[in-house]
């Protein structure tokens, strides 16, 4: 877990991303998709760090790829079924209750919330849910641009109506936190959510757990 704020006021907004950080751990339920399927462990996030993989996964996530399009080329590199490849995948990855009660706690005493998320498709969030935890939500299917690309970082402050130097950051992928810390965000890497709400309590002053 890492922080980085400069003395200044407290802010008063937090911007999180989803997946791995309201999600519990993504490369886990890609794992544990390894491992039903028979494949070597971290072949899937391999995949995608590595082309054409990593080119798949950015079209998919700015909405230039189809999902039924993305399932077969990832599929057909895998050598497994594509037959809701997407769900497969992310099938280990559910709702993480300490942080989804942290945010909303975050809510209740006046912080301004909102959501940057890199998107497997548009259809998997619930818009209750999104209008229950966040005041404002950027996702990349639906804007066309991906972190770390500085752009939705952004879009992500106008849409909670704040400075970056006023809000706090979430991700649990040190890459996407660069953007934010040089637009002028506090930060925090993401590695588990006892330890993410406990540091920002301490950031904001208030009780988040």
């Known amino acids: 877990m890492q922080a980085e704020q400069e003395d200044r006021e407290p802010p008063c907004g937090l911007i999180v991303d989803w997946g791995g950080v ?3 751990n993504v490369f886990a339920s890609f794992n544990a998709f390894c491992a039903a399927e028979g494949l070597e462990r971290d072949s899937v996030a391999r995949m995608f760090l590595a082309e054409p993989g990593r080119t798949w996964l950015v079209d998919l996530e700015t909405g230039a790829m189809p ?3 993305f399932e077969g080329c990832v599929g057909g ?3 497994v079924a594509p037959d809701r490849l997407i769900e497969r995948l992310m099938a280990g990855a559910g709702p993480d209750a300490v942080m989804l009660r942290a ?3 975050a809510r209740d ?3 301004v919330t909102g959501l940057i998320s890199n998107s497997w498709g548009v259809s998997r969030y619930n818009a209750d849910d999104l209008r229950d935890l966040f005041d404002g939500t950027v996702i990349s299917g639906l804007v066309g641009v991906r972190k770390p690309d500085p752009t ?3 879009l992500g402050v106008r849409a909670v109506r704040l400075r970056p ?3 706090v950051y979430v991700d649990d992928l040190g890459g996407n936190l660069k953007p934010a810390r040089a637009m002028g ?3 925090v890497l993401h590695t588990g959510a006892e330890a993410t709400v406990a540091e920002l309590s301490g950031i904001f002053g208030v009780d988040l757990t």
Request: hydrophobic content about 30%; aromatic content about 4%; proline content about 0%.
């Open 67 to 69: 999902e039924d399009e």
């Open 77 to 79: 590199a895998l050598g």
């Open 109 to 111: 005493h006046g912080i």
């Open 152 to 154: 939705i970082y952004e």
């Open 185 to 187: 965000m506090t930060t």
């Open 165 to 167: 130097d006023e809000c």
């Open 103 to 105: 945010v909303r706690r």
């Open 22 to 24: 309201m999600t519990t």
